[in-house]
């Protein structure tokens, strides 16, 4: 077992349900994909309290290495503005530099579909080669999208097509689609039509 799979196995997999639970943890300054440690433990802290949204964490002790998060969808992007948006959660991941590769990201993920929380909703990852930290593949991208891959699809996310224009602006960006127990069909096929609605590409 490498170094950081000893790493991945020293550490917390939960559903973080209440945000008084996640006031008592910090952030990793790892933590810096999306924006600066401080302000994206602040801005998750934020989103929690809010109530529409899911949490998992991987910690060590009080110190968080890693997260999944599922918000409601924005409503400025295509599928946040329709009537099924309630239904819908946008899922994002990371996990500080030095606990990445021992599937600290996958169990992560695992924590919040084994507790069930996905399940009353659509949950999709938006997949944008410009939050990608490619150094973990010696700056290829492709690899890059088949580790991310790796993370998601043994938890039923789907590649899906899509016109979304902020996923076509690269070929290397994805959009991966996990349907929970709870959806019905109509629900299903609305989102689907929502990926490919040509009427909402503004080109
Ligand atoms: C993407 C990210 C969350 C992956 O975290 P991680 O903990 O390394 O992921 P995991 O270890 O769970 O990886 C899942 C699989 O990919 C493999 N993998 C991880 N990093 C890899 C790498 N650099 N090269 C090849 N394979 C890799 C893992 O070994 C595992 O493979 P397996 O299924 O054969 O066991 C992490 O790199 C990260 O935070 N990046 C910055 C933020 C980001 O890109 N977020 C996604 C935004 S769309």
Request: with cysteine; aromatic share 12%; net charge negative.
């Amino acid at each position: 077992m490498s170094e950081r799979s000893v790493k991945a196995e020293a550490l917390t997999f939960e559903l973080v349900k209440d945000a008084e639970i996640f006031r008592s943890y910090h952030f990793d300054e790892g933590l810096h994909a999306f924006r600066p440690a401080p302000r994206q433990y602040a801005a998750v802290l934020e989103l929690l309290v809010d109530g529409q949204t899911l949490l998992s964490v991987a910690r060590k002790a009080d110190l968080v290495v890693g997260y999944v998060i599922a918000t409601p969808a924005d409503p400025r992007e295509r599928w946040g503005n329709t009537p099924i948006a309630p239904l819908l959660r946008d899922t994002s991941v990371e996990v500080s530099k030095s606990y990445r590769h021992g599937g600290t990201a996958r169990r992560t993920l695992g924590a919040m579909v084994e507790a069930g929380a996905l399940e009353p909703y659509i949950a999709f990852a938006t997949c944008f080669s410009w939050h990608w930290d490619l150094s973990e593949t010696n700056g290829d991208p492709w690899r890059y999208r088949e580790m991310l891959y790796n993370v998601f699809a043994p938890y039923d996310f789907v590649l899906t097509p899509t016109n979304e224009p902020n996923l076509t602006e690269s070929p290397v960006n994805m959009l991966l689609v996990r349907y929970g127990s709870g959806v019905d069909a109509e629900v299903r096929e609305t989102f689907q039509a929502l990926c490919r609605d040509t009427s909402r590409d503004p080109y």
